[in-house]
């Protein structure tokens, strides 16, 4: 593979930074994933608009200019051959003698992009639909943040995996917050689309933006509000969204099944929908 790192195309294997990197030493960090059909950007301003706010807020100063970014992206589609995947965008603070306090003066963001592929329009559990369990949500406050602060979520995912199951929703006072690497949602018995409203609890999916959207434009009912446990295991259907997956079904929660135990009609639905925008829309 060809990567980027801070200004330079490289093979996957010379891709080099500091050991000092202050997301290496405390996660401070951020970034974007982003999806890759047909050799193009799916929801790629979305993306952009976020990795800024996660930025200010972090006060990390931007690497590059947005024409930058989309050209490092586009350009590494071309020399991956990327016809289907993700490209994976890091900013971290930058290399600093460690200490807690903010590094001032003259330090400089890391800009690390690299591609992986993968199917993402035919996945098995578009067909199956996923497994999954609930765990409790142990991770920070500012979930708003797409911080590479990703422990947490990995030894959940990794606790599914040890149970048998695809993956976990979290839960905080009873109620789901997202999926690991996902935002979650149910159809309850009167047919609305629930989900979790936005706030510091939750990612901000850029995903979740435009299948609610595409939602209320199919004329489904949409409420987003913290829906509990019990409701999810009581629901009609589940699922979830996300960059990589676009929308996948939940067909089972901490060993119950949701409905009938397969792929609900919405889901199906907004998957194939949310596919066909996000292909005229790609950059
Ligand atoms: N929630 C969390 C915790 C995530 O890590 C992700 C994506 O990685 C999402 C939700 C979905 O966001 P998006 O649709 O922008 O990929």
Redesign the pocket.
Known sequence: RTVYVNGVFCPENQGVVSIFDRGFLFADGVY??TSVLDGKLI?FS??MA?LRRSMAELSIPAPASEDELLSIHRQLVDKNALAEGMIYMQVSRGAADRDFLFPSGDIRPSLVLFTQTGQLRDRPAARTGLRIVTLPDLRWAR?DI?TVQ?LY?SMAKTEAKRRGVDDAWLVEDGFVT??????AYIVNAEGALVTRPLSPA????????SVLRLAAETGLAVEERPFSVEEALAAREAFI????SFVLPVVEIDGQKIGEGVPGEIARRLRAIYIDEAVRTAV
């Open positions: 974007e994933v929801d979305g993306h976020r979930r797409k990703l979520p997202e999926g690991t690497s996902n935002n939750i990612l901000p999916g850029i995903t979740r933006t969204t996300s960059a990589s």
